[in-house]
């Protein structure tokens, strides 16, 4: 099992990169949106998720490497491609379209037109990616909270940075922006899933 490779970036192509790793060259798919992040040349790592596919018929298997800067961006990929419809070259379309984050928080937040916007994704899939998924994402465990009514101010402004947090977002450009959200709304502050769509909006 190949958890990570940490070698030198010898070639990079449309989706995918080749890294030595001592003589031995691993031809490694990735999403655009880590291959954006990639080095021209020298050392990198990336965190790997290895795929076994077997063709009922002709009883050949297919191995395929797929590659991540982040360990959560890898758990997320193989969230997505336990939800029945969603191949491994779809999640990782799904993971080239949107950032790691931006996938998640759709997701978490029931965002059906975010994931339907992405080409090879209908209505259908869309639903059933976000009713899998949903109360299974957050980082350390952490979900969002869904459904709860707005308390007082200050608790509901903890809540909401909680699940901000949660999704991975900064702190500090979290609470700028939730205060924004906040000031803006006055005495009448949104429930708590709006201000979290709405604060979201403005990172």
Do not use: W
Request: charged share 20%; with cysteine.
């Amino acid at each position: 099992m190949i958890d990570s490779l940490n070698g030198e970036l010898l070639e990079r192509g449309i989706d995918h990169a080749v890294i030595d790793c001592h003589g031995v060259g691993y031809l490694v798919h990735l999403p655009a949106t880590v291959m954006m992040h990639l080095p021209t040349r020298g050392n990198c790592r990336l965190f790997i998720h290895y795929s076994v596919s077997v063709d009922v018929r002709s009883g050949q298997s297919e191995h395929r490497l797929f590659g991540f800067r982040q360990a959560d961006e890898r758990q997320l990929f193989r969230k997505l491609i336990e939800v029945q419809g969603v191949s491994a070259t779809l999640a990782l379309a799904i993971m080239s379209a949107r950032s790691a984050d931006d996938v998640r928080s759709s997701i978490i937040l029931g965002d059906e037109g975010a994931l339907k916007g992405i080409k090879g994704i209908g209505p259908k899939l869309a639903l059933r990616i976000i009713g899998e998924l949903q109360g299974k994402l957050g980082l350390g465990g952490a979900a969002l909270p869904s459904g709860l009514p707005a308390g007082s101010s200050n608790t509901l402004r903890a809540e909401a940075l909680s699940a901000l947090v949660s999704l991975g977002m900064d702190r500090a450009k979290a609470e700028r922006a939730l205060q924004g959200v906040l000031s803006e709304r006055g005495s009448e502050p949104p429930q708590l899933e709006e201000l979290i769509k709405l604060t979201l909006k403005n990172l």
